[in-house]
Nanobody, 128 residues
């Protein structure tokens, strides 16, 4: 069973950077596409990025394209989300999630409803 743990959130000034990590403390991590979602206060949870386990393709929401980068380190069972040029609109709790499509097809077609496992989240606050 996959058990996801996020880390790396915190307080940062606008224009700054953070790197979030999503680590699997269970097993089977490599068999799932891994995505990042975020949820700002009073808003729905939205998809940010996904990395495919079959071909390494990556997908980004338009709001973060060119600023965020998702990557994977299989040896460490960890997926990262490098976030640059942060804005106050990026303030949210960030969650990683796993889905059995392996290709991010569930992320792209069903969003949060297509995920099989979730971490507990790490908060990111961007100050102006």
């Amino acid at each position: 069973e996959v058990r996801l743990v996020e880390s790396g959130g915190g307080l940062v000034q606008a224009g700054g950077s953070l790197r979030l990590s999503c680590t699997d403390s269970g097993f089977g991590f490599e068999n799932y596409a891994i995505s990042w979602f975020r949820q700002a206060p009073g808003k729905e949870r939205e998809g940010v990025s996904c990395i495919s386990r079959t071909d390494g393709n990556t997908y980004y929401d338009d709001s973060v394209k060119g600023r965020f980068t998702i990557s994977s380190d299989s040896a460490k069972n960890t997926v990262y989300l490098q976030m640059n040029r942060l804005t106050v609109e990026d303030t949210a709790v960030y969650y990683c999630a796993a889905d059995r499509s392996k290709t991010c097809s569930f992320y792209r077609t069903m969003g949060r409803r297509g995920m099989d496992y979730w971490g507990t989240g790490t908060p990111v606050t961007v100050s102006s």
